[in-house]
């Protein structure tokens, strides 16, 4: 009775805090018909929205997966002075309010800024522009690859490494035939995570990017930008293509799982 009981708690509270809401939305977006649908993902601003996050997410993305493997070997592999604080800070992201992180972004770029004067005299313009909505996004999604590598690396421990490195192979040899094989899976789970986070980003990017329509408006600004316009079907339907990546990503995420256990 009790286990039951359990479950359907947890079912039911599931339902409320995700599948209501979700499904109000995909609800409030077809109940005039598709065609107000399709006319309001298609339009110029809502397409572009759409390019512009897809174009941060190729971006960030393997950045931050480069970066992630990198510091993972670095804190599991390598015993350096000052590694226990890089560790750290990795988690940064995830404790830190992401519009904190625009705003620091904004005082380091921005016309006054510890940056910004040097900017200016070059012509670089870093805020309110693709740049600085890349580095928001980066700095979110960073801990995801490494927090996901860095258990198995530990786990699988340097004994093939070492074996390898005895017998002649070079570090990147090494690092191709032994070490990525074994963490792969961790890796492309640690890559969906960071890209559900980089497609769902607002806080930072919001602060830094300034939200101007057909420029700097990604696609969850423009379901912020619609629905205080009072355009709801633009709104929800914004929103409703914002669950589909989501989806999208959660497949992934079952896919990669199977292949974790398979391996």
């Not at 350096?80 to 800070?89: D, E, H, Q, R, S």
């Not at 629905?227 to 990503?249: I, M, R």
């Amino acid at each position: 009775m009790t286990r039951y009981g359990v479950r359907t708690l947890s079912l039911g509270y599931l339902a409320v805090i995700l599948v209501a809401p979700v499904g109000l939305i995909f609800w409030r977006a077809f109940e005039q018909g598709l065609h107000p649908f399709w006319a309001a993902i298609s339009n110029p601003i809502a397409v572009h929205a759409l390019k512009l996050t897809l174009e941060i997410t190729v971006i960030a993305v393997p950045l931050n997966t480069a970066f992630g493997i990198l510091c993972a070997i670095a804190i599991v592999r390598h015993r350096i002075p000052g590694m226990g604080l890089v560790n750290a800070l990795v988690d940064l992201p995830l404790a830190l309010s992401p519009v904190v992180v625009g705003l620091a972004l904004y005082l380091l770029y921005g016309r006054d800024g510890w940056f910004g004067h040097w900017l200016l005299a070059h012509g670089v313009q870093v805020l309110f522009a693709l740049p600085a909505m890349v580095l928001a996004t980066m700095f979110v999604s960073l801990p995801f690859v490494v927090r996901e590598v860095v258990p198995v690396l530990r786990e699988i421990g340097t004994q093939q490494e070492e074996a390898a490195a005895t017998l002649g192979a070079s570090a990147l040899t090494t690092f191709r035939r032994i070490t990525f094989p074994a963490i792969r899976w961790a890796v492309a789970y640690g890559v969906v995570l960071t890209t559900a986070r980089s497609l769902g980003e607002f806080g930072a990017v919001s602060i830094v990017s300034g939200g101007i329509e057909g420029r700097t408006q990604t696609l969850t600004q423009y379901v912020q930008a619609s629905y205080e316009n009072f355009d709801q079907t633009g709104a929800y339907a914004a929103s409703v293509l914002l669950a589909a990546l989501a989806v999208t990503t959660l497949l992934l995420m079952t896919v990669v799982k199977r292949g974790d256990r398979s391996s």
